[in-house]
């Protein structure tokens, strides 16, 4: 049934191809005549030979061993792995956008200017912070921009700051960014409830803080409720806020981090605003500053002039310059316009009331089965502890194995590192009633079996291809070339 398939190298047949060409009619140059010696190859390169059907079936079997949004639920937590609409992919391919070149003559432009200016204003409208840039690659790249800006508003300011307060909840990228400008890390605890201790927080702060990173909702899914006093204290420290939007599927349409005291924001266009994303593929980490971080935005910058066209512009004297190629990953840009665009105001607003109510639904159901550590109700995502069922002598990660023989992709596990043997589920907006309800009967059963049989648990997936890789060694130790055989 799972017979392995080979690499497309073990397929080859010599001689074997998966094209005819006619004749050639011209004499042939010899190629040493035409490259330099010391540029040639002294060996074959040993490329496969197949046919046209062995590349297609190869490719084919290989597509269908993965997982994807489009043919299986994603409860991934923390990433929003939310169905992609095909229109965004349209639209992204339509040609007067995948003709253009980055250095065409503005005048040329006007039509992607154009988008690239409205998606900033719609990003703007929906978050509420007022000036954004598009051009960070990832959300991780956003934040480390973030802190950039940061940086050079307190050189602005002739301060000296050195250290980033991060909670002990936030994702790792957090820490990272701030680390690789030079910042000292200082985490604040979360409290028994799973939210910032604001008494800890406010004994940490100094006049040595730069910023404070939140992330609202936190990892946990959870609504970081006294947002408001903690900007507070954080400004009267002088220090900045910075929040991580990488996951606004739950305040979409209903709460603005700029009306939170935020003022740096990074969005996960990738998340969020609906781009295919996980495989490794392009994404976009646009970053929201307050007007009195507009200055320090990269460049360039697409504005409006007063006879309505668009320009990007470099005159920004305080920028912090370019953090990406040409303008960031446009295409990304194109696919979030579009599903702005074909959602509209209410339905915006409804994309973030599903994706609680659907998180809320689970939740509803899973907690009699599974310990849930923090919280009664939650935003976009909850987090389970599978501490119990350890005890048992299953982990998480056996717990996720096992969904996959159900059809399903593994949530998210042991993240947030505040909860033991963590399995993070986010459902998304896109999914039906339908759908939850067969992975709550899949999370069921699998409760059912650890009580009865728990090694059916410890030996899963057994439906999967591939059952268990060494993950250290393929994490650390990975053959990704094909060295050949001779
Ligand atoms: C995904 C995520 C990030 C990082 O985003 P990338 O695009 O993967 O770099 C940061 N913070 C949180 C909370 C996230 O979920």
Redesign the pocket.
């Known amino acids: 049934m799972n017979t392995p398939e080979p690499l497309i190298f073990e397929k080859s047949v010599p001689n074997r191809r998966c094209f005819s060409l006619p004749a050639c009619d011209v004499p042939e140059s010899p190629i040493t005549q035409l490259i330099p010696q010391k540029m040639q190859r002294s060996r074959n390169p040993n490329f496969p030979e197949v046919s046209e059907i062995d590349i297609v079936r190869h490719f084919t079997k290989l597509s269908q061993m993965n997982y994807c949004v489009d043919t299986h639920f994603y409860p991934l937590g923390?990433?929003t792995m939310k169905y992609n609409p095909k229109i965004n992919e349209d639209a992204a391919n339509l040609e007067g956008f995948t003709r253009l070149h980055p250095y065409q003559p503005q005048e040329q432009c006007q039509g992607i200017l154009k988008i690239l200016y409205d998606l900033e204003q719609m990003l703007a409208d929906i978050s509420g912070m007022p000036c954004f840039t598009l051009q960070p690659a990832?959300?991780?790249?956003g934040?480390l921009t973030g802190m950039l800006i940061i940086q050079a508003y307190m050189k602005k300011q002739r301060e000296i700051r050195n250290t980033i307060i991060v909670p002990d909840s936030a994702?790792g990228?957090?820490p990272a960014s701030a680390a690789l400008c030079g910042y000292r890390i200082a985490s604040v605890q979360s409290d028994a409830n799973g939210l910032i201790d604001v008494k800890k927080l406010k004994q940490m702060l100094s006049n040595d803080t730069a910023a404070l990173m939140v992330?609202n909702p936190n990892?946990l899914g959870l609504f970081e409720k006294d947002i408001l006093e903690i900007s507070k204290i954080a400004h009267d420290a002088g220090a900045l806020v910075y929040c991580?939007g990488?996951?606004m599927n739950a305040l979409l349409g209903i709460a603005r981090p700029g009306d939170m005291g935020v003022d740096i924001l990074h969005l996960?266009l990738?998340?969020t605003f609906s781009t295919p994303h996980g495989g490794g593929g392009p994404?976009a980490?646009p970053i929201g500053v307050s007007r009195a971080l507009e200055v320090f935005l990269p460049i360039p910058r697409t504005v409006k002039n007063e006879d309505d066209s668009y320009a990007l512009t470099y005159d920004f004297p305080d920028s912090i310059g370019r953090v990406r190629a040409f303008y960031g990953h446009v295409g990304i840009m194109i696919r979030a316009y579009t599903y702005l665009l074909s959602l509209g105001k209410e339905g915006i607003i409804k994309t973030g009331e599903n994706a609680v109510l659907n998180a809320n639904y689970l939740r509803n159901i899973l907690s009699e089965y599974y310990e849930i550590p923090y919280g009664k109700t939650c935003m976009h995502e909850f987090v389970i502890s599978a501490k119990k069922q350890k005890a048992q002598g299953v982990s998480a990660l056996d717990i996720a194995k096992k969904l996959l023989d159900y059809g399903f992709h593994a949530p998210t596990i042991y993240f947030p590192l505040i909860v033991e043997e963590a399995l993070m589920v986010e459902p998304t907006e896109t999914e039906s009633r339908e759908t939850l309800d067969a992975f709550a009967g899949a999370m069921i059963e699998i409760a059912g079996a650890i009580a009865q049989a728990p090694e059916t648990v410890r030996n899963a997936p057994q439906k999967t291809r591939i059952g268990r890789p060494d993950e250290v060694i393929a994490a650390r130790n990975p053959k990704l070339r094909w060295k050949g055989t001779g």
């Open positions: 923390s990433c990832a959300g991780a790249h934040e994702h990228t957090n992330t990892t991580d990488a996951n996960n990738h998340k994404g980490g």
